[in-house]
């Protein structure tokens, strides 16, 4: 008996990288059915992008069967992982999210700042929908989540649903590795990095190379860097070499905007205005890629997709699937609640930590005190995920005005409260927990 | 015997409000010698007000004899309690820390960003060698520090030496509760608010009417003002009522700086170009305030001083010493050893919370878990205490740097050596733990 | 507006000392009413202490109204003061406590060990019971228990109920001090005690005289010492010197059955053989008392109350309620939420602590880590109460046994289990919880 | 270039284990060096047993070089691992350990109770001692300890030594693992346990077989049976069904002495008054395994070795080797540092609990709370293991005497204090640190 995968989201471009995962470990990961499942407005898109994926496994010879629907509980029903990565109010919506906070100064981002507020506020919602549907459907299928943002969003299921077997997945810290690798030119399997954080908000504490520390050769050589990111699709100015020195630990490539907060605003600015927001240029991307993947003769994933960003997301959901049904006991560093592996964050909280990853699911390693210089930052990010997250939940206008003055890139009630209004009324459709009285009126 | 008192920085233009203090509680502290200490540099203003102090305890005909001197040691022998309300580098160094951080468009204040990183490299070294004076001279003496910034000495005094016995105080709670209890339009005697968080980053978690929780009407009250201060010295913009509401906590003056931080950054940049900066306004106040106090016919504290800021700080100073040697079991907010009263900040740190205060010290009520959402502000602003204070003692330029990068006001590693460097060097005279080698070079 | 007053378990032999209490207060503490309450089994007394009640306020010639009745609801509606003093099961009850885990090879106790579970057991649903009541009659009113073991009830009604003004009250603290400054011959007021713990496990960290500290003087005169003890009915042997030097705090008259058990047993089953058991003791010392109650020239408290046990409990209450409506700020030890004053003990459990009391009710002084060496018993008492009053509100039979066997004085599933059959029958009809099969059986 | 190991306490009977552990690992662990280090008193012993293992690496025709010497320093130098099995006092010490405490009717037992305090007392200060070699020697080793009590020694090396790399092995939870697997019927492969709690103090929180908990059933299971035990030498009686399932987690067979503290006691009297005590039987047993290690046709580890008690100790400790040499991240429960993993447990204290072992060493995986239910007793043991460990390195006899009274197995001060005087007395030659001033004397 193969395992059932439910695709929540089916319709991304990414899918196909997804396929491609699950192919190519088939052998250790005996796949049988794969439900690609999209919302009415992504019909489209669903089918192209499933027919890829249908050619792919037929090249492959595998008996893998990929169902398209728009039934998710059909999806769901006995499913043993489940995977999300839909965007709700698709790329129209993170064009907002990126260009409307721009305006008051503030940088517009996806997943820090405003926009990822406002994605927060959108999505939390939809994946707390899914888990009632998960409880009733597969309660002991593993939900392996990858929408963004991430941490915010593992929060929310754990603090708000009763499913507890979820992983929020990420691809920044296994970049962070990767670089480190690059950097020391060595084999990726060489090095291993103990990572401790938030999502978009981790640490490499600790880096060795066959087991013995490098941390400070790495940190030296980072500082010698022109370019301060490690991984693609955020291209920073390097590291103060003292700030650095004294943090004593890896940043990863969003600290940027929290350590080079008004740099990064002008880059991003600067960005928008010349080659439009990163929504407007992957909207044109995606618009190529789609025209790639409807070519009836297109039976593999196209290397274009890798210039997509946001490579090997899916690649890494498939791994993870992997060493949770084999047991493989590999450490990957995920988004998983905190049972007091990080000091100060609750213990029912999401944090980002390096886990052993065990068929019983991820078990984070313990770090204890996080250094002191980065305590505040992560306690901040937390505290902006729990606001936000119950904002969220309970359609409260003042939280989220509360979540956004308290984010340190806004750092202004009166800033906050203007960009709340202005970004309310923009995603007012994907809210309907704030306008419930409206709503009432409407009717 | 009556008491004996050491206050270093006795030239100072507040000691007339603290012998007022003195002379006004003399019944029931019962003070036979106050030793007013300065350095060289203030020998000048130290005679023109030790000889007001004088002149004020004899029209009181009390029997307490006023000493002048620029002996520290003598003044410190058998103190029983030593006040410390010394600036190092006087208000040209103030007038540096507020004006140069504003070229790099980042606040300049004393307590806070830049300033208040400055002032705490150039005072900590100082108050460090008072407490070993203090071991040796008079090891059973309070320490009641209210030079600035407050909570970053506290921490140091806590952290790097081995008296125990200190207090860090600050009118900044006592202010709050006076303005809430205006607002209300009752006796302050009647309101009692539950403080918690650090020096310039206290919270009122709780408001209490006559021991009833008042906190939703005085949250109501505060939206509905002009004019979000509750001290006179930081005027603010009101407070959004949605954010403030959310909250559901009293903030301080200071948040301002941290919830609004681009309107005061904007707000103390005009002061400072159409007034001058604060040091500016207040050298002007306390060149009039010296020749009020040469005087030799003013025998009282001059009704002028009320106008400085910073009233009632050495009174406040004062009223503690009494219910420390009263054991009067009044709740005041100080800064103290956080001996786990607040949640998630080290036990060994400073906090500034609600005391009672008895013959034993202040002993701090515990408050448990700080509200979420400003958790993340209490410890960010924590870590900055720490790494600045580690900094102060080791003289290590990378630690600097760190300290003002996590700084929320700053937030870019870039700025941050930007501005270390000229503050470093516009200082030098007064941080000689950073210009060790130079020195040996220069000999 | 005088203040309405709540006894609940009225009849007790104690009243008149609570009446007393009143009495002396009534200039500081206005009492309008007092409604004391009691069950059906207990009317007899009631009214003979109700009378003498009357009588004692008639003498003293205040406008105090006492109130008799068996409608406990009456009395609560609109109560300022709970206070609870019954016994579920009376003397009878307490006499099977004794006796029975003595056979067992147990202490037989009515606080500690099996006695102190079953005590819990029946009264636990009870006090939940009123505090139900209390949310719908009278939900702003003070809950202040002295019902027995006075800590895990607390705990019961911190976790399991909505009344969260509630505090416990024990008189042994107040004895350790009392007996403190007896040792050293000074005045109480001289002398104050930090206390943390939990109820009847509970440690002097530290002692003061007059501020300064004495801990290492008072250790090594109660080292030599006769008697452990410093309340009147443990009567205890001398401790080790080597044992208290080592703990370096004060233990309480009740670590005598923790830190001298085999010892406290052979005592108590002596004690039980020769002079019967406590209970039946206290039944004859009552007889007397009531008949004493009866004469109705009797019009004060008679001094042959002093002689009952528990002596200045009742004063002590009236002593709490002064100074909570009084907002005297005195610091006592009471047992309320822990709030993060005692480290490693939950912040909503319950500890016996140094609190300063004010209007708004006990605030814990936060005392950080308790030393190493008392870490271990204190969590173990505390995993006991948890389980315990788990046990009490879920009637779940296997808790109950669980509870008995962590329990240090028994240490022993199987002894565990003989013992809480035997009990559990022997109160088979206070302990509904337990026996609901067998009543839908009975039916 | 092969691995070198340094063997504390080579003469031991274990040692032919430890040598065919490396044996059939060489392909994977490839040994170059083991060096049997003994003193004076064990070279008889050193010698048979090293001779049996050079015959034992000749037989198996690998390039180890076993070297046997009494100069600790030759074998520490550049050592990959040092493993230490010594016994300070030989079983002449544990016949003590054993049989003193019995009289003062407390279980006489070489781990736990006064034998526990007193083995760790004599072994302390050697293996800090070793701890000082090492850090001169071969500061990158890892220190693997199997001597017992190996939850007090990895506390005190933690904590007064500056080897940060050390593992504290026990065959406790492994033997628990392969109990439940036999249980249950299945490869031992397919179960794991989640451990946490302290040496000889673990618990399994929850018992996976494939991945999906199982704990319900076995813990059902384990009612059922006739033996509470789990491992070969202690027996045990069966645990009471109510207490078992309310615990809700698999106790360890040292629980024994903590749940059944009387019937241990008497079965432990028993079996010594009839068979001897365990170090008699030992004795009796090492007689005859050294009579066959002298046997020059003897070329493999004889098969009477298993029945010593102790099997698969030396074994495991070869692949605990094995899994750091090669970072295999097999999950392993340890004694290691406990940073944060269990709560209320300090940070940098020992815990025995499941790792990810990784080439970096073993990484503890966070469990977060406790079950309420045994909180209290982990906490007592890691008080007493705290005292002891201080008493050990400071020789403070006070303090000796309070470990013993906090252990729950005494629970009484003057039994402590007697026990403490006959066992000082009794192991003086090993107890240097306690008599000190004697020693001057004695000069």
Redesign the interface.
Known sequence: MGLKIATIGGGSSYTPELIEGFIKRYEELPVSEIWLVDVEAGKEKLEIVGNLAKRMVEKAGLPIEVHLTLDRREALKDADFVTTQFRVGLLDARAKDESIPLKY?VLGQETNGPGGLFKGLRTIPVILDICKDMEELCPDAWLINFANPAGMITEAVLRYSNIKKVVGLCNVPIGMEMAVAHLLEVEHSRI?IDFAGLNHMVYGL?V?L??KSVKDKVIKMVTELDDSSFVKNIQG?A??P??????NAIPCPYHNY??????MFEKTKHDAETKGTRAEVVKALEKDLFELYKDPELDIKPPQLEKRGGAYYSDAAVRLISS?HN?K???QPVNTI???????IP?DSAVEI?C?I???GP???????LP?????????????E??AAEAAVTG????A??AL??N?LV???????EIVDEMMEAHKEYLPQFFKGELVQGN
């Open positions: 100064g291993r600790e060795y066959d087991g100015i590291w103060e003292a700030f650095l020195k004294a943090l929290y350590y080079k907060t008004r740099e949770i047991d006991r590999d450490i905190n049972n007091g592996a990080i000091a100060s213990n390096s052993v065990t068929k019983e078990k984070p390693i313990a770090i204890g005190d002191v210089a980065v305590r505040g930052l992560v306690q901040q990010i937390k505290s902006f729990r606001v409260d206008y003042d939280l005005v509360l003055t308290i340190p750092a202004s009630d009166k800033l906050a409260k």
